[in-house]
């Protein structure tokens, strides 16, 4: 049943001041498991098909179809399952003549490969056109959470903005900052869960939080102020620009109802323009495509997928989907949108949509895992990130790539278990991850090979770095975690962090409370550069 819309609720405007304060308890955290050793943090490079995405085996589905076929393993490539691969290791695209590895689906994930033996460049090596350079990709960690991890990128004046995600940290900034890395000060305060949405507005960069729904802006990164001030226990993660107004939404997680649709004309002053009212819609994205809003939500109670559309903001128009749409993406003359299998009636994959408000969507490519989580365009294609689950998951999260939409292929795997967020800064493409009670990272993705001349560095990316050198320059240096280029350990004479990753040929990434014996104090973050007296702290080490 599609919920009455109710007459918009009177605008208020909220106080405009950073909040420090707390809107309720956090829900209780368990112990990490005794027997969970931390994963080795880097990100898996994976070869994928060079040749017309079309002839790789993938089936284009429409909603009818009852089975995946993701395409068989390609012939004379060593196979290996996104998903079972060893953490920390590195796969590395190679030219011509030169032997690599490739992955295969597996139980639906996008599949990629060489085919005939031959040797095969990173996703879409070659373009429709047939002008481009072939492109090998690799993803290296630019810096580390304190918390749990990162669920929001956004560029903002020339910078990347981090949204952090974890819980009781409300008197410490939940947003990080590059070039170069640091915790904004005095930042974000006041969030009890997340940083769920970025976007930038009329010079301002705007962020939409959980668990308590607020909006705060920003004019540079540093000082916030809240303008709107949401009920408690309501989750905001959808912010998005369409004609003069700013749009937002809100759920009531805590009571399972009122999901909302808010917006505003000058950033401050915000109105109610759809709500679900009694019924459990959980309200979560919001895309602009061809002069129609949309907004996804599920319905708690029955896990029915529904997209909301607009063609003027005021007025909504509810249609079934056929899964739980998750986050959308405008590129090229589609809708492409990611979907997820949790509270879900469907699969998680990417699905095409092509109409206005009556259209319907399309499934293009079924995922091995549980969240299709974002999109985002870079490099002339399009990207998306993958999780495996929630909270008390465990997994890998991978970035997927394709060219036209049609087939995708696996070009990272990450440790975390999820990969959340994705964005642009420069000429880069980054991506935040996140695992729960363990950590997240902010990966840069660069164009290693075959470089087009005006996007991405150019290098060898694929040299495996030596962590042990670090404990080897000085016995006061504890290595406590390595990967195939990031290092992480305790210094406990004082040295510094820079001092610590320099001898490894690293920069530090990453700086928290730390001592002997491979204790890390993730509740404190410390700048690399600082310069405070302690004779010892955590160092993350990564390429510069």
């Known amino acids: 049943m599609v919920p009455p819309r109710r007459s918009p609720a009177p605008s208020r405007r909220a106080r405009a001041s950073i909040r420090t304060g707390r809107k309720g308890e956090a829900p209780p955290r368990r112990a990490p498991p ?3 050793l931390p994963l080795l943090l880097g990100a898996l490079c994976f070869a994928c098909n060079g040749s017309d995405p079309d002839a790789s085996g993938g089936e284009t589905l429409g909603l009818s179809g009852a089975s995946v076929n993701s395409g068989p393993t390609a012939t004379g490539a060593s196979a290996v399952s996104a998903g079972s691969a060893s953490a920390g290791t590195t796969t590395q695209t190679t030219s011509a003549g030169s032997s690599t590895e490739a992955t295969s689906a597996t139980d639906g994930e996008a599949s990629t490969g060489s085919s005939g033996g031959s040797t095969s460049t990173s996703e879409s090596g070659s373009s429709s056109t047939g002008d481009a350079p072939p492109h090998t990709y690799a993803c290296a960690p630019i810096g580390a959470s304190y918390s749990d991890g990162f669920f929001s990128l956004r560029e903002f004046k020339g910078r990347l903005h981090a949204g952090l995600f974890g819980y009781g940290h409300e008197n410490t900034s939940m947003l990080y900052r590059y070039a170069p890395w640091e915790l904004a000060g005095p930042g974000l305060l006041g969030v009890s869960e997340s940083v769920c949405a970025l976007i930038e507005w009329k010079g301002w960069l705007y962020a939409n939080t959980e668990s308590s729904a607020d909006i705060a802006r920003s004019a540079d990164g540093s000082h916030w102020e809240t303008v709107y001030d949401g009920p ?3 989750i905001g993660c959808g912010l998005e620009v369409f004609g003069e107004h700013l749009y937002a939404v809100h759920y009531d997680n805590a009571d399972q109802e009122e999901g909302q ?31 129609v809003l949309h907004a996804f939500a599920v319905d708690e109670s029955n896990k029915q997928g529904w997209r909301l559309s607009s063609t003027n903001g005021a007025e909504w128009s509810a249609h079934e989907t056929p899964s739980r749409f998750f986050r959308g993406r405008s590129w090229g003359d589609a809708l492409w949108i990611g979907s997820s299998d949790r509270t879900s009636s469907g699969v998680a994959g990417i699905w095409r949509y092509n109409g206005g408000e009556e259209g319907e ?9 549980h969240y299709v989580t974002e999109l985002a365009e870079w490099d002339g294609k399009l990207w998306a990130a993958t999780s495996d689950g929630w909270k008390e998951d465990t997994g890998t999260s991978t970035l997927l790539s394709s060219e036209t939409g049609a087939s995708w292929g696996t070009i990272c795997e990450f440790s975390e278990v999820a990969a959340w967020a994705l964005a642009t800064s420069g000429d880069h493409l980054y991506v935040g991850t996140w695992e729960y009670q363990v950590g997240g990272k902010v990966y840069e993705v660069r164009i290693v090979e075959g470089d087009s001349g005006d996007s991405g560095d150019s290098g060898d990316s694929g040299e495996e770095v030596d962590c042990a050198q670090i404990p080897a320059a000085n016995p006061a240096w504890e290595l406590c975690e390595a990967g195939p280029d990031q290092c992480e350990g305790v210094y406990s004479d004082g040295a510094g962090c820079s001092s610590f990753c320099a001898a490894a040929g690293l920069v530090c990434v990453g700086r928290f409370g730390g001592e002997p014996g491979c204790a890390k104090e993730p509740a404190m973050p410390i700048p690399c550069d600082a310069d405070n007296g302690h004779a010892s702290d955590w160092c993350v080490c990564g390429p510069g």
């Open 34 to 36: 005794g027997s969970r």
């Open 232 to 234: 408690e226990h309501t």
């Open 261 to 291: 649709i808010l917006r505003t004309a000058n950033g401050v002053d915000w109105e109610v323009v759809w709500s679900s009212g009694p019924e459990p819609w959980y309200v979560r994205e919001l895309v602009a495509h061809d002069g």
């Open 361 to 369: 969507a399309e499934l293009v490519q079924a995922i091995g895992k």
